[in-house]
């Protein structure tokens, strides 16, 4: 090999240990390697920035934009009570995953997930059941869904995007469908027949709050001549206090929450904490404060203040650092009363506890704490602990009609994705479904850059070489089976790195390799391409190689071989299945 494919395959392995050891954001890992492979002139500035003009990046922001209107005006909540209604059991499980699988075909994963999983939880602790039988069967719903169609999932227009770039034609809304849809109905019955008995019952996080949690509300009032009175929060150290929060200042007729580190008490004012019953009697001994009277947590005002539950995902600043380190409480304005880790709660001083991908946090805030992150990165799932689903609004008529017409429009071919789902965004906003804030807001912005910096690694692979080496090894180690073993090879490649790495980056790494391969052994190279984008979607033997079982995790109380234990079979069927398919309907033999 020449050099430059060393140097490359040398990139390539340091940034798959990079992503699968998530020390840092993905996109941030990918587009280090861009940079560093354009530096060393692998590639030119039109190769390893080619994606940026690519449509696939483009197209998901949009798709992120029409998910989040989905969302705000509350299109599913009909459905998810109509599925959530009637028995429990198996029966409730085959019409949750099988409607799931069905939404997630045309709407993003990851959005969909987010509102379904406070519902479907909620559900299941009103019927007495356990969530964990329901959360993990859900996500994997989605993502057997998500490869139906080309706009299922981010990655699909990952494998689009590069198809368009090395041979000018994307692929169709459809295209994917003979592969995706025979998984999916498959995937969906042996999920239906195996959860029940593969799944144990876990304990999910959020049970700390009503069994393990002794917190409580005490209401303090400042002296009026006393020597907090004039001084900030800061100052008056009630900032850091051990094991307690203060949530609220209430001061004649106005309310201020929540309480930022420069607010000036006044005499008068009434304080309102909430910590664990053993640390806030030190309250009661502190100079300038008198008490008022107690309530135990049962009371607590929950219309002021809240119950959430948080999982923290691969891009978040928290990740690496302990919540002392990054001032939890000063930067979200709100306590964190546990953490959840692989279904166990942690033990330990919560502050000097570093924070892992996958950590669930029970926090206490504000209402207007979940509006304020849930676009944000800093969390993959920020769910409300018994609030109520949002309604169905006047503007859901109108969001399901764009739903339907970017269905329709980009699967005849009228116009391409690109124009169809830029059109959706236009509409939306200026008929005011989203203002311009939200639509920005939607777009998770780490998705689209890795989107964009997984074109420049797919051109290096190429142009150095390293690409038609690997094919070539991947083609003497299985060309004793026919073509349809070197497609085997390339479905057991892209299935492995998948599970180490997120799908985008699998579909990125996996998709040169596989073309180049499908060129040496006179293959259709779209056929390939198409195994790999449903390959790299299906990932459920572990919670780190899709996003959707990362943000079930926590709230299902999971631990890390429950994924395997309920995949095995799933991903087994899947394979089987891209095989019988490949043999009798694109008659790869």
Known sequence: MHWHAWFTLAVTLVSLYMLARETYAPANIMLGAVITLLLVRVITPAQAFAGFGNSAPITVAALYILARAVDKVGLM???????????????????????????????????????????????????????????????????????????????????????????????????????????????????????????????????????????????????????????????????????????????????????????????????????????????????????????????????????????????SPLVGKTLKEVEFRARYQAAVLAIHRAGHRINAKLGDVEIRVGDTLLLLADPGFRARWRDRTDFLLVSQLGGSAPGITRKAWFVAAVLIAVVVVAGSGVLPMLEVSLLATVALVGFGVLTATEARNAVDLDVILMVAASFGLGAAMEESGLAGTLARGLIGTFQGWGTLGVLFGVILATSLVTEIVTNNAAAALVFPIAYATAVKVGADPRVFALVVATMASTSFLTPIGYQTNTMVYGPGGYRFGDFARLGAPITLSVVVVILLMARFWFGIT
């Open 77 to 315: 909540q009909p459905v998810l009570a109509a599925l959530l209604h009637g028995t429990k059991g198996r029966g409730s499980l085959a019409r949750l995953t099988a409607s799931s699988a069905a939404a997630s075909a045309f709407l993003n994963n990851t959005p969909l997930i987010a509102m379904m999983i406070p519902s479907v939880t909620d559900w299941a602790e009103r019927t007495r059941q356990s969530p964990s039988r329901y959360l993990m069967p859900l996500s994997y719903a989605v993502i057997l869904g998500g490869v139906v169609t080309m706009i299922g999932t981010s990655t699909n227009l990952v494998v689009s995007g590069l198809l368009d770039a090395k041979t000018g034609q994307p692929m169709g809304m459809f295209e994917i469908t003979p592969f995706g849809l025979p998984v999916a109905i498959i995937g969906i019955l042996v999920l239906t027949l195996t959860a029940s008995r593969l799944l144990p019952e876990r304990r999910p996080a959020r049970t700390d709050i009503s069994h393990e949690a002794r917190e409580f509300s005490v209401s303090m009032r400042v002296l009026e001549d006393g020597p907090l009175a004039d001084r900030t929060v800061e100052e008056a150290g009630l900032r850091n206090l051990q094991g307690v929060f203060l949530v609220e200042v209430e001061r004649e007729s106005e309310t201020i929450a929540p309480v930022a580190s420069t607010t000036v008490l006044r005499g008068g004012d009434r304080l309102c904490f909430v910590g664990r019953v053993d640390q806030v009697v030190d309250l009661h001994a502190m100079r300038g404060l008198e008490s008022y009277e107690q309530a135990q947590l049962a009371a607590f005002d929950t219309a002021r203040h809240t119950f959430f539950e948080v999982v923290v995902g691969a891009t």
